[in-house]
């Protein structure tokens, strides 16, 4: 698909959304918008007439809602879904749904408001359409089968006093187009007493908290979204939030994390590079990182730093990536010591951070 472009089907009905993301998807030379539609129905008419390589879709709809036609379209015709869902709260349950049930990505509505929102919206709009486009859709996915012996507390032998005199080891992941389900494979067979995680998946902000209570629901482990200060313990792993850099410091043998605001990093916020780049500054050798599916390099330099500082990297292999982007690039830049796919990971990292 290098030479034609991406074709879009934006699926919303708000005439004003239509308008504008027509407006937003357009401004990049790779993505032609081939049709809108008001609700699903019209979407089912146009995709008959011709097929979209990815199709935009807000969830909450007259006569039939989003989360309705997303199974409909993967069972009948897989076509990588983008999810474009207003901030709201209360809907982000609903919408964290919609990556179950095969969506990509989840990104926010442009807000018409400041300059720099606007702009900051077109970069992710468009990079979460490319990315859509390069996706791997499977029929309605049932979650990656994880070997059942890594569940086994067998990998990491109980407390030793070797382990109380060795400095705690801490774990930083790094995510985005199809890490949301990545994440709950790895994260759903850690054992209680496993290291602490700091973890970055891009997301908007309020879905990142949903994302959190619902990985905490299906863990052994404390799964929260991470707030300024939050301790980095064992048997806890924490969520950047979304739109937020997440740091992790350090405080004596006290690993903590900051969150702060400011630029997009890589192009996003909160961005893999910030985690990665803070991780390989105060934890160094202390530090397991792992890199996920996800498109674009957000993570590639700072993981490069993590293994120059002697931390122990990870990368998913293409094999079990949705988008073999983030892992690719730190592959390419010597930032990897092993690729592996998804079920190895959380074995791998355990082994490490004993």
Do not use: W
Not at 53 to 59: E, G, K, Q, S
Not at 153 to 177: C, H, N, P, Q, Y
Not at 262 to 283: E, I, K, M, Q, T
Not at 291 to 302: F, R
């Amino acid at each position: 698909m290098s030479h034609e472009r991406i074709r879009v089907l934006i699926v919303d009905d708000s005439a004003l959304v239509r308008q504008t993301l027509s407006q937003v998807l357009s401004s990049d030379p790779a993505i032609e918008v081939i049709a809108t539609a008001s609700d699903p129905f019209v979407a089912a008419e146009r995709i008959s007439q011709q097929l979209p390589d990815v199709i935009t879709l807000d969830i909450e709809m007259p006569r039939m809602d989003g989360l309705t036609f997303l199974r409909k379209i993967m069972a009948q015709h897989p076509i990588p879904v983008v999810i474009c869902s207003s901030l709201a709260a209360d809907g982000a349950r609903s919408t964290l749904k919609a990556l179950e049930y095969g969506a990509v990505d989840i990104i926010a509505k442009p807000r018409l408001g400041s300059k720099q929102f606007i702009e900051e919206s077109r970069v992710l709009l468009c990079q979460a359409v490319r990315a859509a486009a390069s996706a791997r859709v499977r029929a309605l996915a049932a979650s990656p089968a994880v070997e059942p012996k890594l569940t086994a507390d067998a990998i990491l032998s109980r407390g030793t006093a070797a382990m109380v005199e060795t400095t705690e080891k801490v774990v930083v992941i790094g995510a985005s187009t199809g890490g949301t389900e990545a994440l709950r494979a790895l994260l759903e067979v850690m054992p209680a007493d496993a290291p602490g995680i700091v973890i970055v998946q891009h997301m908007p902000e309020m879905f990142t908290r949903a994302f959190a209570e619902r990985l905490d629901s299906l863990c052994r482990i404390e799964v929260k979204e991470a707030e300024p200060n939050d301790t980095v313990l064992r048997g806890r792993a924490l969520i950047a939030p979304g739109n937020h850099h997440t740091l992790l410091k350090r405080s004596g043998a006290r690993y903590y994390v900051d969150i702060k605001d400011g630029p997009l990093v890589s192009r996003h916020r909160p961005s893999v590079d910030v985690l990665f780049r803070s991780a390989a500054r105060y934890a160094g050798p202390n530090a397991v990182a792992a890199i996920l599916t996800g498109m674009g390099d957000d993570g590639a330099s700072g993981m490069l730093e993590m293994k120059q500082a002697g931390a122990v990297t990870i990368a998913q292999d293409e094999a079990t990536s949705v988008v073999f982007g983030m892992p690719h690039e730190a592959i390419k830049r010597g930032a990897v010591d092993m690729i592996l796919p998804l079920p190895h990971i959380p074995g791998s990292i355990l082994a490490r951070a004993r």
